[in-house]
């Protein structure tokens, strides 16, 4: 080997700001050029926020605590008010003087915490699914949300009816009402639960409002008070557009905080496929464009 070429080589390396290494080095000089590997992308999901909030933020569980006492402090008096009904007047279809008294509550991210399905989901880049959701309602491992046993069993010690309405299916039934059993909600039985799939005889349901079963409830009871963390757990929504969202709920904004208390869920909801046409067939990256579309920035 020349002597001159070491100093050749080193000189060119120093040149281009590449060399790392001593000339003399025995490693080859083109290691010197080689980068390091880039980390593997990792695709953002929506969701991972929300649910770690869900799961991790005290003030989730202060806002549902606050909701339930808050509406407790108030039941008794409601109860007394004989001209005291929380139904919509679409969906009251029988006099309700001299009726039972009742409360109504919707299910998931109201009175149970589903947000370990939903963790599953950002940990697997998985999106809602049929029979996933299936299975975890029938692992009946869903935690009591704060405040909610409590409001439920005072209601009920007072003679109050507990209603429950879900969107769960009707053959979830013994799953849900054992969950809800374990974890101290009284069940009167299964007439307690109507899950979607409940007919009303004459009442024709849009999808999965709740309005039947409402309007099956009106039959029986005086509602007192509803419970949800959708719009749909109180009003048919006909059309699920930010516009028509707030169209449907403006007559009843009174009764927010006496009648209806709205419940917090960042994670899922009629909220989100609003912001894209309601068109869950869209790729999921289109989607979350035009969430990110929908944003305001002024």
Known sequence: MSKSLPVLVGSLLLLCGCASQAPHSSAPAAAANVAAPAPAAVSADDNLNAVAWTQTAPEHDL?????FRNAQSQLLAALKDKEWDALPK??????????????????????????PYQARLVRNGGEYNEADWAAWCKEEHARALPGAVAFTQFAAKHGVAVIYISNRAQDLDTATI???????FPVSGPQAFLGLGTILRDC???GTEKNCRRQLVSQHYRVLMQFGDQLGDFVTVLSNTEAGRSQAIAPYMGWIGSR?????????????????NNEWGTPRDQRRQQKINALRID
């Open 90 to 115: 679409d969906d009251r279809i029988a006099p309700y003087k001299g009726l039972k008294p009742a409360v109504i509550l919707d299910i998931d991210e109201t009175v149970l915490d589903n947000s």
């Open 178 to 184: 054992d969950n809800l059993r374990k974890v101290g």
């Open 63 to 67: 806002i549902y605590l606050e909701t």
């Open 204 to 206: 024709d349901q849009v």
């Open 260 to 276: 209806w208390f709205v419940l917090p869920n960042p994670t899922y909801g009629s909220w989100e496929p609003a912001l894209f």
